[in-house]
């Protein structure tokens, strides 16, 4: 289920889960739709699905469709003493050899043949993080050298082109062009 990549940006694993709950289940392939997100997932729609937004906003548009957490940051939270696999953090695709958050709004991840995702801002580390593993937030929502916040628990971004995604998919990033923007949290 999870795919090994050489010296190139790729998946690593791919997750869903119907429920809206905390950890996703790695399965063999996801098939994202263009505008929805992933098939089988409680967090498509082209409406915003995430619960506390839905309270507070039930017509927002979706910008969450797709979750995609670099595999590094687990890398660098096993260093702090904590073990964490793909989907326990609730992402649908797990990537490793891409700076997932030092992409600027906007550029577009091409997964394998077929797929295609536009990143549309920061995941904000929230509580339920420590609720699975205490203390893990604050390896994953930091201070940077510069006071600012530091967010590390992945991107969010909306399906372009449609298309199944297995491990060991390639990963091509394709950076928008003009003025870019820094991601910030949606």
Known sequence: ?????EDEAGVVAVSRD??????KSVVDEVTL?????IEGDAHAGTTVQH??????DPSQPNLRQVHLIHAELF???ADAG???EPG???ENVTTRGVDLLGLPTGTLLHLGDEACVRVTGLRNPCQQINDFESGLLREVLGR????SVERKGGVMSVVVTGGTVRPGDRIRVELPTGERQPLAPV
């Open 82 to 84: 904590y073990t964490v």
């Open 1 to 5: 289920m999870s795919g090994e990549l």
């Open 75 to 77: 890398d660098e939270v």
């Open 144 to 147: 940077a050298e510069d006071g």
């Open 18 to 23: 119907g429920e809206h709950r905390f950890s």
């Open 88 to 90: 326990q953090m609730g």
């Open 51 to 56: 619960r506390s937004r839905v309270a507070r």
């Open 33 to 37: 739709v263009a505008g929805w997100g």
